[in-house]
Each structure stands twice: as C-alpha cells, then as structure tokens.
C-alpha cells in the first residue's frame, strides 16, 4: 500500500487533460477515464510512500502554503520500454523542484519509495494512461496530435491512502 502527496491543476489544466482522457477512452485505448474513482482526477506526485506519518500533516501543509505555484504541462510523452505509460511531463523548474524535495523531506524518510520518485530522480507529468503497448501509443499519439505545451497553476494539494481508499486535502484550491 501507499500513501502520496499530490499536486492538484487548475481548472484549465484539469480539463485539458480530462479531455484528452476522453479522447483516449473514445478511441478505444488504455486511458485514466476507465479509472471511474471518486478521486481519480488529474494530478502529480509529488512523492509516494510506503506510509506518511499523522504528524507531518502540519508541515506538509506549511511547506505547500506557497501555492499556487506556476507550471508548464509537456506535450504528450511516454515511459517504459514495453509497456508504456503516457504522460504530460510539467517542466521542471527550479520552484517545482525545490517543493518537490522539502514534501518528500517533510513526509518522511522514503519508506518504500521507488527511486524514480527520490529528489534528484523524480519527473513530475501528469499521466494520460498506462500500460499501451508501442501500437497504442502510436494511434495515442495521433489521437492527441494537437496537444501542445500550456501553462497554468498547480493551486492545491492534497493526500491519498491507497490502503483507506481515502484523499483529503492539505491546501485547497482557491
């Protein structure tokens, strides 16, 4: 099980990336919109553990007090070598980065962290869909040919227990 810390996007972003869920969906791809949870919505980790501590609520809330915060989202992208998630990468600045490392100091000690999600290994994206075979991602990437860089604001934050099935936030959205 894990527990995460996410970047929630503006409204603009948000429907921007749903909307290219649906187009996946509607093409008859792997895409997040299958994903019909009541907390399933666009996002980025910021990180990911095997448990966060009850006690960091407090300092995770101070050290994302500073949202919003400006962001880029990507054009589309993958990861993998066989299978293959498709994602929106956000640029990686300075800020984003800097917030990235205080959360996953201020969580906890990495406990059952992969390393691509350690400082200095992380990219931060949004993810479009996972598991697409090379094929998929050929007709996803037509699918979503117009998709181009945009900027917006990541304006809250919230955590999520995979095991409770549970998010609650630690900096609303304004």
Partial sequence: MVQTVELLLDEALEAQVLAQWRALADAGL????????????????????????????RGLADVLAG???GVRLGSVTCFGRDRYVLVRPLVATVELLQLQRHVFAVAGNGNGVRDLMR????????????????????????VLHGSEETDGYAVSARRWDSEARREWALVARE
């Fill in 30 to 57: 792997p895409s997040q919109a299958l994903h019909t949870g009541p907390s399933n919505r666009p996002h980025v980790t910021l990180t990911a553990q095997a448990a966060i501590p009850a006690d960091r609520e």
């Fill in 67 to 69: 949202l919003p915060l």
């Fill in 119 to 142: 400082p200095g290994h992380w990219v931060p994206h949004v993810t479009l869909a996972h598991r697409m075979s090379a094929e998929q991602v050929g007709i996803a990437l037509a």
